[in-house]
């Protein structure tokens, strides 16, 4: 066999861009390891980081890299899922705080929403861009099924979902050590409604009690998002 | 691990029935989380469930392994951004203030509201704050 007719028996099976994306999860764990889990050195931000560059490289479009890596994406589901057992471990903490959390919800999903439409509106962005921006802190299945109800773009609704996921990851640890805050729960409840998953995944590697509201405070927003943008949206813009 | 990988699936698929079936607002798998946290809380009530048999169960391991890998599970979704980053086009600096004041904003307000109402509240100091 040839290395053309190798390259395409790769791109037609899902095994290569399977492995490679699990490969450059690994290298870009062992590099945040290396400067011990800083927050810039983002696993997700470097992992997509090296496969965009492999892409472009290897002249591969998304969907071919897609037949691979959809079986990765697919955990999403059944992981969010799984937020239910350190939910239920730490069941009583969660019962404890709950009217700080039902403040931090509302407080928290309204700034959101409107912090953001606000900013971009002040700088001349137009309506259907803004409806695409205003989601961008809930989940992303979520935040595209609610830009495409209210007219916006779904597609760029989850590339800003993914961006707000990042930048939250990366803000928040030293933000919260700067205000001395070391109450977990409130630091994972913040990072989880800002920033979603993969806020919630940053919150899970500092603090087990921290990734367990990061989880519930993604749910809560998941159901209250929708309902806010929808009312709040029209006073905006 | 089966049996745990099925449990995950299970209430994944039943909460992605009943969201789209009652065309509820809420994504099936945050549906399928809260009926895993009431099915353990109603299984531990019928039989005594030890946090350590919990975290040794099969629904455990699985759950802690997925938990422990969550970042992985956003490549693929981040890597597609990247192709659309075009969307951005002439409005790429607006959007990208947006999120930074935004997120930053959420942050603060977020955490402050938090930490107002508990002690407001007069809340006791819990295992979560170390």
Not at chain 1, 149 to 155: A, C, D, M, T, V
Not at chain 2, 52 to 68: H, T, Y
């Amino acid at each position: 066999m040839n290395s053309f007719r190798l390259w395409v028996y790769l791109q037609t099976t899902p095994l290569f861009w399977l492995a490679a994306t699990l490969g450059a999860f690994l290298v870009a764990e062992a590099l945040a390891g290396a400067v011990r889990r800083n927050p810039l050195v983002n696993p997700v931000l470097i992992a997509v980081a090296l496969i965009a560059a492999l892409l472009r490289l290897t002249a591969t479009d998304y969907q071919t890299y897609f037949n691979g890596a959809q079986f990765v994406h697919f955990l999403l589901g059944p992981a969010t899922v799984a937020l239910g057992v350190p939910l239920y471990r730490n069941l009583a903490l969660v019962r404890r705080n709950l009217a700080p959390m039902a403040a931090a919800l509302i407080v928290g999903s309204l700034v959101a929403v409107v912090s953001a439409v606000g900013v971009a509106a002040a700088l001349g962005a137009p309506r259907v861009v803004l409806v695409s921006l205003a989601p961008k802190s809930v989940t992303a299945g979520v935040a595209m099924a609610v830009s495409e109800s209210l007219g916006g773009i779904p597609p760029l609704t989850a590339a800003l979902v993914i961006a707000t996921g990042i930048i939250g990851a990366i803000m928040v640890t030293p933000l919260m050590n700067a205000l001395r805050i070391q109450d977990y729960a409130a630091r994972g409840f913040s990072v989880g409604l800002a920033s979603h998953g993969i806020g919630t995944a940053r919150a899970f590697s500092v603090h087990p009690v921290a990734g367990v509201f990061a989880g519930v405070a993604m749910g809560l927003n998941a159901v209250v998002t929708p309902i806010l943008v929808a009312l709040v949206l029209p006073w905006v813009i | 691990m089966i049996r745990g990988l099925f449990v995950l699936l299970f209430c994944q698929l039943v909460g992605e029935v009943v969201a789209r079936g009652l065309a509820l607002p809420v994504p099936g798998p945050v549906l399928g989380l809260a009926l895993l946290t009431a099915g353990l809380a109603a299984w531990s009530h019928w039989r005594p469930l030890s946090d350590d048999a919990l975290a040794a169960s099969e629904v455990g391991r699985v759950a802690a392994g997925l938990l422990g890998s969550l970042s992985l599970l956003f490549v693929p979704a981040g890597v597609g951004v990247v192709q659309y980053a075009g969307l951005f086009g002439q409005y790429g600096l607006a959007l990208a203030l947006a999120l930074v004041v935004s997120t930053f904003a959420t942050l603060l307000a977020t955490v402050g509201a938090f930490l107002l109402v508990k002690r407001l509240l007069g809340l006791e100091h819990s295992e979560g704050e170390a």
